[in-house]
C-alpha cells in the first residue's frame, strides 16, 4: 500500500498512465489488466507479521476497508502522474475532501478556504464541520493576502481548486501556497476539473484531491475519489500540525512522523489519512470500482485533448452568439485570470465553460429545456456533453450571496464539453439558444 515506488527512467505523462507504479504483471497469473481483488480480507503469514501489518510497521494487506491490491494499483498510478509521494483511493470526491481536511483539523482549529468552490464543499465546510467544532473561514480566491488576514494559531490548512466549478477562474496556487508553507500551513488543492491539465503538486501545493468520478473514471458510470500526498514537511512544524506530529494511543503513542518513518517514506500524511480516518470512518474505495477508475487513466490523455478542442469551439460559438449576454471560459480571460490559466494549465483551458443567455434565468432554463442531444444532469467530466442550471441544483443550498460568490447568477448555465463531434455539439446549442 504505497510503498515508495521503484526507481526507473523518466517516463511521459501518456506512457505513465498506463505503465506508472509498481503494478507490471499479476504474479499469480501474469495477468498484464489489473484484476479485481474482490475480498474482504487477506491471510496473514504468522501472528507475529499480523500484529506489525495491523500497528502500521508493516506495508501489507490485511483488510479491504483499510487497503486492497486493486486499489493500491489506481493510488499509485495516480500519485505518479501527479508528482506525489503516495496517494489514497476513497469511496467519492466529497470523501476525499473530508478525508483531507479530517486528518489535519480537530475541534477548536480553523481553515480557509476560498469561496469559489463546488457547492457541496462549501455545505461540507459552512455545515459539517461545525457539527465537529471547527471554522471555515472563506476569503476570495483571487486575493492571496486574504489567506495570510483570515490566518491565526490555530489554522491548520488551506484550500482551493485549480479550475473552480463553475466560477472557472484559475486558483493562485504558487501565491497561496508561498504563504501558508513558511507558517507550516498546507494548501490543499481540488483538482478535479483539471487532472493532468494541472499539477498543483509542481506549484507549491501539498496535497490534491479529486473526485475521479469526474474526467479520471470519464463515463458517468463510476464514483470514486483520491488524495494525493506531497510530502510536505510536518515535522517542522509539531504546534502548526499537532495531529500529525503528536502520539496517538491507538498506535502505541507513536506519531505519524514515527509510523512513516517506519515505513520508508515521507508519507505522513497519507498514513493519518488511511490510518486513523478511513480506518475509522471506512470510507474506502471498492476494488470494482477501482478497476473502472484505472481503466479511466489509461486513456485520459487521448479524451482530454478531444474535451478541450471541443471546449474552445463551444466558446468561441457562444462568444459570438446573438443570444448570448456573457461567456466564462479560461481561455476568453484577460489580465491576471489569463496569466493564471495560462501558468497552471497546460494542453488546454479545461472542458468547462459557463454562459448567461439574454433573458435571465427564465432564458436559461428554457434552453436546458430544449437541448436535444446534450445531457440533463448534475455531473461534470463525463464523455456526453451535459448542461446544468447551478443556482438551483448544484449551489442550491447556498444563500444567493454565497452563490454570486461561486460565479452562479440565476442566468447561469454550467456546460461539460463532451468528445461528441464538434459540429454536433454546437448545432445542439445553437437549435436550443435560437427558440429563446
Known amino acids: 500500500m504505497n510503498a515508495p515506488t521503484p526507481i526507473k527512467p523518466p517516463l511521459a505523462i501518456d506512457t505513465l498512465v498506463l505503465h ?6 499479476d504474479p499469480a497469473t501474469s495477468a498484464v489488466a489489473v484484476p479485481i481483488y474482490q475480498t474482504t480480507s487477506f491471510a496473514f503469514e504468522s501472528t507475529e507479521k499480523a500484529k ?13 476497508r483499510v487497503g486492497n491490491p486493486t486499489v493500491d494499483a489506481f493510488e499509485q498510478r495516480l500519485a505518479e502522474l501527479d508528482g506525489g509521494v503516495a496517494a489514497l483511493g476513497v469511496a467519492s470526491g466529497q470523501a476525499a475532501t473530508a478525508v483531507a481536511v479530517l486528518s489535519l483539523v480537530q475541534a477548536g482549529d480553523n481553515i480557509v478556504a476560498s469561496r469559489g468552490l463546488y457547492g457541496g464543499t462549501v455545505n461540507f465546510f459552512r455545515e459539517r464541520l461545525k457539527q465537529f467544532g471547527i471554522e471555515a473561514r472563506f476569503v476570495d480566491g483571487d486575493a492571496p493576502e486574504d489567506f495570510r488576514r483570515a490566518t491565526d494559531d490555530r489554522t491548520r490548512l488551506y484550500f482551493g481548486e485549480t479550475l473552480p466549478n463553475p466560477r472557472l477562474t484559475v486558483f493562485p496556487i504558487r501565491e497561496v501556497a508561498d504563504i501558508g508553507r513558511p507558517l507550516g500551513i498546507p494548501l490543499i488543492i481540488d483538482n478535479t476539473a483539471a487532472p493532468l491539465a494541472a499539477r498543483p503538486l509542481d506549484h507549491g501545493a501539498a496535497i490534491v484531491v479529486y473526485s475521479a468520478t469526474k474526467y479520471i473514471g470519464g463515463h458517468g458510470t463510476t464514483i470514486g475519489g483520491a488524495i494525493v500526498d506531497g510530502g510536505f514537511p510536518w515535522a517542522d512544524f509539531p504546534e502548526r500540525q499537532p495531529l500529525i506530529n503528536s502520539p496517538d494511543p491507538a498506535y502505541d503513542n ?5 509510523l512513516a518513518a517506519a515505513l520508508g517514506g515521507p508519507i505522513a500524511f497519507i498514513v ?3 490510518a486513523a480516518i478511513v480506518r475509522d470512518l471506512g470510507p474506502s474505495l471498492s476494488p470494482q470500482n477501482a478497476f473502472q477508475l484505472i481503466q479511466g487513466l489509461e486513456t485520459l490523455p487521448l479524451r482530454l485533448e478531444r474535451h478541450f478542442s471541443n471546449a474552445a469551439k463551444v466558446a468561441e460559438f457562444l462568444a459570438r452568439h446573438p443570444k448570448v449576454e456573457r461567456t466564462v471560459y479560461p481561455g476568453l480571460q484577460a489580465g491576471e485570470q489569463r496569466r493564471r490559466a495560462d501558468a497552471y494549465l497546460k494542453g488546454g483551458y479545461g472542458a468547462l465553460i459557463g454562459f448567461e443567455p439574454k433573458g435571465g434565468e427564465e432564458a436559461a432554463l428554457a434552453f436546458i429545456d430544449r437541448l436535444k442531444l446534450i445531457y440533463h444532469l448534475a455531473n461534470i467530466g463525463d464523455a456526453r456533453t451535459l ?3 447551478p443556482y438551483s441544483t448544484t449551489h442550491g443550498q447556498l444563500s444567493p450571496e454565497e452563490k454570486l460568490a461561486a460565479g452562479v447568477t440565476p442566468a447561469f448555465v454550467r456546460l461539460s464539453i463532451g468528445i461528441e463531434n464538434p459540429a454536433d455539439i454546437i448545432a445542439d446549442i445553437d437549435q436550443a439558444l435560437s427558440g429563446l
Open 272 to 274: 493519518r489519512a488511511r
Open 387 to 389: 448542461a446544468i442550471h
Open 254 to 258: 507513536r506519531s505519524y512522523i514515527d
Open 52 to 64: 506489525r501489518i495491523s500497528a502500521f510497521e508493516e506495508i501489507a494487506y490485511t483488510y479491504s
Open 20 to 25: 506508472g507504479g509498481s503494478f507490471r504483471v
